[in-house]
T-cell receptor, first 114, second 112 residues
């Protein structure tokens, strides 16, 4: 069966510091991968998605970036964090066939920028 | 992109009650998904619907794909305390990509 991991689970970082969040998927090949951000009490905002290694699409202009160095690894980064980057970051995967829009989420990373 | 409107925004449940929520879209969808998110965790897929008029159950949960293809409904029968959480509907953002549009969520809490 497929599993998705995210780490760290929680992170407290000062403004201006760099960020690296990691997501890995097991039990599937060539998944579509997604990064979402969820502000407190709010819905899900799609940040990036990837349909293959090195292929990244950005949905929202911001100081965040994403990379996919391996088939089942998705990384969210920032060179300098802003206070507004605080939130709950979720990684998700879906099957690469067009017939399935079902996305499966990881446990999330709670980021607090101080 | 498509806009999804979920209602109600929040609701209180009493154990044993049946509750329902719905989601409407400004565009026709060919897929509807319902997720539940517990506090501090990632959303979990509850039900996926692929055909207009389809009625699908998952335990005490039942979801329906509206005939107009612009709405969907989720019902919870005989509520229990662990039903609290945020319920999201979602549908494809477009026909040629892999992105989903999510509703703002319905927050379900237990009535004291």
């Amino acid at each position: 069966s497929q599993t998705i991991h995210q780490w760290p689970a929680t992170l407290v970082q000062p403004v201006g510091s760099p960020l690296s969040l990691e997501c890995t998927v097991e039990g599937t090949s060539n998944p579509n991968l997604y990064w979402y951000r969820q502000a407190a009490g709010r819905g899900l905002q799609l940040l990036f998605y990837s349909v293959g290694i090195g292929q990244i699409s950005s949905e929202v202009p911001q100081n965040l970036s994403a990379s996919r160095p391996q088939d089942r690894q998705f990384i969210l980064s920032s060179k300098k964090l802003l206070l507004s980057d605080s939130g709950f970051y979720l990684c998700a995967w879906s099957d690469d066939t067009r017939s399935s829009y079902e996305q499966y989420f990881g446990p999330g990373t709670r980021l607090t920028v101080t | 992109g498509q806009q999804l409107n979920q209602s109600p925004q929040s609701m209180f449940i009493q154990e044993g009650e049946d509750v329902s929520m719905n989601c409407t879209s400004s565009s026709i969808f060919n897929t509807w998904l319902w997720y539940k998110q517990d506090p501090g965790e990632g959303p979990v897929l509850l039900i996926a619907l692929y055909k207009a008029g389809e009625l699908t159950s998952n335990g005490r949960l039942t979801a329906q794909f509206g005939i107009t293809r612009k709405d969907s409904f989720l019902n919870i029968s005989a509520s229990i305390p662990s039903d609290v959480g945020i319920y999201f509907c979602a549908g494809p953002l477009g026909s040629n990509d892999y992105k989903l549009s999510f509703g703002a969520g319905t927050t379900v809490t237990v009535r004291a």
